[in-house]
C-alpha cells in the first residue's frame, strides 16, 4: 500500500496563500496522474486539482478554484504541491492527494481553514 503524506495546511485569512506538499515514496509516482481533493464538513469530497503523467504536464482545476490554485509535481521527490492563493472561506476542507483517479486508500489528509 503506498504512502501518502499531505502537509501544509493551517489557518490563513482570506486573501492569504498556502502551499501543500504531499509525498508518496515507492508509489512509481512518475508514471500516474495526481490530483488534489477535499472535504469540507458534510459535504462529499470533492476534486480540487490534476496533473497529467505526461512530460507536458497537463493540468485541469474545479471551477471554483480556477485562477487561484496551481498544481505541480516534482517526480525527483516524489511530490505533488498545490499553491493555492486568493484563498476563500469555502476553501475551508481537508485537503488530499490521491492519484487520478483515486486509489482507496488515502492519507490523513491537511486541514486548511480561512477566516473570513
Known amino acids: 500500500q503506498v504512502q501518502l503524506v499531505e502537509s501544509g495546511g493551517g489557518l490563513v485569512q482570506a486573501g492569504g496563500s498556502l502551499r501543500l506538499s504531499c509525498v508518496a515514496p515507492?508509489?512509481?509516482?512518475?508514471?500516474?496522474?495526481w490530483a488534489w481533493y477535499r472535504q469540507a464538513p458534510g459535504k462529499q469530497r470533492e476534486l480540487v486539482a490534476r496533473?497529467?503523467?505526461?512530460?507536458?504536464?497537463?493540468?485541469a482545476y474545479a471551477d471554483s478554484v480556477k485562477g487561484r490554485f496551481t498544481i505541480s509535481r516534482e517526480n525527483a521527490k516524489n511530490t505533488v504541491y498545490l499553491q493555492m492563493n486568493s484563498l476563500r472561506p469555502g476553501d475551508t476542507a481537508v485537503y488530499y492527494c490521491?492519484?487520478?483517479?483515486?486509489?482507496?486508500?488515502w492519507g490523513q489528509g491537511t486541514q486548511v481553514t480561512v477566516s473570513s
Open positions: 515507492g508509489s512509481n509516482f512518475s508514471f500516474k496522474a
Open positions: 496533473i497529467s503523467r505526461a512530460i507536458v504536464d497537463y493540468t
Open positions: 490521491n492519484t487520478y483517479p483515486p486509489a482507496d486508500y
